[in-house]
């Protein structure tokens, strides 16, 4: 059974970096787009970055760009997303997907896979 496991989060103060990591198992997901989406408390899930499955086109909300940076690395199918300069708004819990075909998108819907998440927590 495919599956979707994120790691990496955690407690850190403003202007910190973390990396989360998104590991698969059961199938290999390396033909496959990737994201990341957040989920602040008491608000809807939300776009982070996407990858194709190549790692040559990535994608950004407008809100992180400039910041954080999404990789992959299929050898070991992991998706990685590198955060830097952490902001207190940047407080979710994140999730990591997989997209049915080869490249990545902004909507929620067109993800089949859905990890569990991993909790990121910035304090000012």
């Known amino acids: 059974q495919a599956r979707l496991v994120e790691s990496g989060g955690g407690l850190v103060q403003a202007g910190d970096s973390l990396r989360l990591s998104c590991a698969a198992s059961?199938?290999?997901?390396?033909?496959?787009?990737m994201g990341w989406f957040r989920q602040a408390p008491g608000k809807e899930r939300e776009f982070a970055a996407a990858i194709s499955w190549s790692g040559d086109n990535t994608y950004y909300a407008d809100s992180v760009k400039g910041r954080f940076t999404i990789s992959r690395d299929n050898a070991k199918n992991t998706v990685y997303l590198q955060m830097n300069s952490l902001k207190p708004e940047d407080t979710a819990v994140y999730y990591c997907a997989a997209a049915p075909g080869w490249n990545g998108s902004y909507y929620s819907d067109d993800y089949a896979y859905w990890g569990q998440g991993t909790q990121v927590t910035v304090s000012s």
């Open positions: 059961g199938r290999t997901f390396s033909y496959n787009g």
